[in-house]
């Protein structure tokens, strides 16, 4: 049951929609005065009243009934108490009708979203720069999807560009197929950055030359890029796979070589490209940004010109409600540029792009990424977490079965919600002791809560979940009871902000008032009246957590 929405619909006031009102309701964090509230402040202007006189005038005119208990009025807040066992019955009844399909909706049913997430380079490291554009995109995916639109899952593949003619050069002078072959993506990494720092002035010109026969066509140039590209899918599919994110589309920058033309043609036309030292820019001056490069002066296209084809190409193939682009704040003004040319092109649709800008990931050593040239494997980094979950499992649960599956998933899991738990727009420090933490605000708390509850359940063989014609409600009882009722809008808060944390902030928030509730209540040892609706509450607490966690792409085993 929807409790915002029944309160807003009670509520008059002149000029404001219940839509409106219902967004103004909210939780509050202290419990004292109501279980929801409604502050009156927005409306004074509109009503010439006070906010105090506006709040005691609308609590006169609601009654209680059999799902608000109370309706009261203190300093410009409308106040509500809900009714605990109407709430407690409706809430564990929607849950255990509807599984793990409760909080999804049909809301988005009709409208497609395109979500351009990972979108790795070809030959390059997946490094862990890479952690969050994939998590992050694979946690939209499914948030999406599970409100009902119809996603679909780019990765924008780098495969475009003149290192891949320095590649070829490298491969032809210092490569060896065999070992290639074995050692795939890292042995590939090695010639790159070999002839970063060694490659003579002929080798240069060479790459140049095989860089200009790929884009030809030349069939012996192609092979060997198409194995480069070969060999790095095949690796970061592994690596996808274990992250559970997956892809619609793999079309890169290189498929759009052929549908650049129009593109240019049109912003020609639309007498938008100006020459600027020999190159051919959109000036984007008036709107305070940095010329737009189109073509350089040699004629080739660049990564701007490629985006704009795509953006075409994606509403034209898939007529986009909105098309999400989940890549790091540095390219802030590159997404800018190219919404700002579509406008400028006149298509209506610019104003359905968005930039998902998310921060760095540093690891706790100190060590980033790329800068000092010493490179973090995303791979190693989930291997890493995964080994010191089986070490914490050998420690705690040595007889556990199926340790290495149970390490995968906590491991797993710790990358993912150690991702996942911040605000995207915040620069993190990634520590393999915080993210695996069974008492921190960690994934493994969370799955460990589940394996808590399914131990329960597991005991609770044969016992009612009935709830009798009276019921009484603890606090504790009813702590958890609220915020399961709260989960539908969590998801749909993290969808309209493209915020999964809000999800992962939401299971942390369940897992402990679940936990105090297990600690101060008794279950499967309790009188007879009240522990079917404790079971019940155990039951839909699982169900719950093991949706908010499948939501973020995160496993959750039945034993710890
Ligand atoms: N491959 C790019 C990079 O690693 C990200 C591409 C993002 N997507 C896009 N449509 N530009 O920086």
Redesign the pocket.
């Known amino acids: 049951m929807d409790y915002k929405k029944y309160i807003a619909d009670k509520i008059d006031v002149e000029g404001v929609s219940k839509a409106d009102i219902e967004s103004l309701i909210a939780v509050p964090p202290n419990t004292d005065m109501g279980d929801y509230a409604l502050p009156c402040f927005r409306f004074a202007k509109a009503l010439r009243k006070s906010p105090v006189a506006i709040a005691a005038e609308l609590a006169e005119s609601i009654a209680p009934d059999g799902v608000i208990s109370e309706v009261s009025a203190l300093n410009g807040y409308l106040n509500f108490r809900i009714d605990k066992a109407g709430l407690l019955r409706a809430t564990l009844a929607e849950i255990g009708a509807k599984g793990g399909e409760y909080g999804s909706s049909t809301a988005g049913r009709g409208k497609t979203i395109c979500i351009?997430y990972s979108?790795?380079?070809i030959a390059k490291p997946f490094h862990i720069g890479h952690l969050s554009t994939t998590v992050l995109g694979g946690a939209l995916y499914k948030i999406f999807a599970f409100l009902g639109y119809n996603v679909v899952g780019i990765n924008?593949?780098?495969d475009y560009g003149t290192q891949f003619g320095k590649l070829i050069s490298a491969y032809k002078h210092w490569g060896n197929r065999e070992d290639v072959e074995k050692r795939g993506i890292f042995a590939v990494n090695e010639l790159y950055v070999r002839f970063n720092t060694e490659a003579t002035e002929e080798m240069e010109a060479e790459a140049r030359e095989y860089f200009r026969l790929i884009e030809s066509g030349d069939r012996e140039a192609n092979e060997l890029f198409d194995w480069f590209k070969e060999l790095t899918l095949r690796y970061v599919n592994k690596i996808y796979d274990r992250l559970g994110v997956k892809f619609d589309s793999y079309n890169g920058e290189r498929f759009y070589t052929d549908k650049m033309q129009p593109v240019i043609d049109e912003l020609k036309e639309k007498g938008l490209l100006k020459e600027s030292n020999g190159a051919q820019v959109v000036d984007l001056e008036p709107y305070g940004m940095p010329p737009c490069l189109i073509l350089r002066s040699d004629g080739a296209s660049l990564?701007a010109t490629r985006?704009l084809a795509?953006a075409y190409y994606r509403k034209a193939t898939y007529d986009f409600d909105k098309c999400l682009?989940v890549?790091?704040y540095q390219?802030n003004l590159?997404f800018k540029q190219i919404f700002k040319v579509l406008e400028l092109l006149g298509k209506d649709w610019a104003k359905d792009m968005v930039h998902v800008a998310y921060g760095m990931v540093s690891l706790e050593d100190g060590a980033m990424s790329t800068r000092k040239g010493k490179v973090i494997w995303l791979e190693d980094v989930i291997n890493k977490c995964v080994e010191k979950a089986l070490n914490v499992i050998d420690e705690k649960n040595p007889n556990l079965e199926d340790k290495r599956e149970v390490a995968e998933k906590v491991g797993v899991g710790a990358v993912i919600f150690g991702a996942l738990y911040n605000n995207k727009i915040k620069d993190i420090v990634f520590s393999y002791d915080k993210v695996l933490s069974f008492e921190g605000e960690t994934g493994v708390y969370c799955q460990y809560t589940c394996a808590r509850a399914n131990s329960v359940i597991a005991k609770s063989e044969g016992m009612s979940r009935e709830l009798p014609e009276n019921i009484s409600v603890n606090g504790e009882e009813f702590e958890v009871v609220k915020t399961l009722a709260a989960f539908p809008d969590a998801v749909k808060d993290a969808a309209d902000k493209y915020e999964p944390s809000i999800i992962a902030r939401y299971a942390v928030d369940l897992a402990q008032k679940f936990n105090k509730f297990y600690f101060e209540c008794k279950i499967l040892s309790a009188d007879e009246e009240v522990r079917p609706q404790r079971l019940a509450i155990t039951d839909a607490t699982l169900a719950v957590l093991r949706t908010a966690l499948g939501l973020l792409g995160i496993g959750v085993p039945d034993k710890m």
């Open positions: 351009d979108s790795v380079n924008h593949l780098g990564y985006d795509a682009y890549v790091a390219q590159h």
